[in-house]
């Protein structure tokens, strides 16, 4: 997916991994979103790329991942929701690793504005164990 992304340009992969770029200005020091009426160019190409980024993420998802998905503003969230939904524990990981990597995952999908209840993320803690912790 990496390879394709950065063949059609590679500032489509960049938008997935860092997140997009909104529109800013600076006005007496202080960064604020700019206006829609103020964007130039630059600033509508980063938006489509964006667009694009997520259009492609959304035509390689099968039609499960894509109903949780298709609510999903940017291609980074799209990404982020991806690996929440995949997240499963590996056979050479401790409790305390895994738990590490699910935080990570949840807590970037926080930052941009999708969350999930306590009680969502103790099932998708559980359903990630490996069978070897059914007894435990």
Same mark, same amino acid.
């Given at each position: 997916?990496?390879?394709?992304?950065?063949?059609?340009?590679?500032?489509? !992969? $960049?938008?997935? #991994?860092?997140?997009?770029?909104?529109?800013?200005?600076?006005? =007496?020091? #202080?960064?604020?979103? @700019?206006?829609?009426?103020?964007?130039?160019? *630059?600033?509508?190409?980063?938006?489509?790329?964006? %667009? @694009?980024?997520? $259009?492609?993420?959304?035509?390689?998802?099968?039609? *499960? /991942?894509? *109903?949780?998905?298709?609510?999903?503003d940017?291609? @980074?969230?799209i990404? &982020?929701? $991806? =690996?929440? /939904?995949?997240?499963?524990? $590996?056979?050479? /990981?401790? +409790?305390?690793?895994?738990?590490?990597?699910?935080?990570? +995952?949840?807590?970037? &999908?926080?930052? &941009?504005?999708? %969350?999930?209840?306590?009680? /969502? &993320?103790?099932?998708?803690?559980?359903?990630?164990?490996? @069978?070897s !912790?059914?007894?435990?």
């Amino acid at each position: 997916m990496t390879i394709f992304l950065q063949s059609l340009d590679y500032q489509l !992969w $960049h938008i997935i #991994v860092n997140g997009p770029r909104m529109p800013t200005r600076i006005i =007496e020091g #202080v960064v604020s979103p @700019k206006p829609e009426n103020e964007y130039n160019d *630059n600033d509508f190409r980063m938006l489509q790329l964006n %667009s @694009k980024a997520k $259009h492609v993420l959304f035509c390689a998802m099968g039609p *499960n /991942e894509f *109903n949780r998905i298709s609510s999903c503003d940017t291609a @980074k969230q799209i990404m &982020l929701v $991806h =690996e929440y /939904e995949l997240f499963m524990m $590996h056979n050479d /990981e401790c +409790i305390s690793d895994m738990f590490t990597r699910f935080t990570t +995952i949840i807590n970037s &999908l926080k930052n &941009l504005g999708k %969350s999930y209840s306590n009680q /969502e &993320l103790v099932r998708k803690i559980l359903r990630c164990l490996p @069978k070897s !912790w059914t007894p435990k």
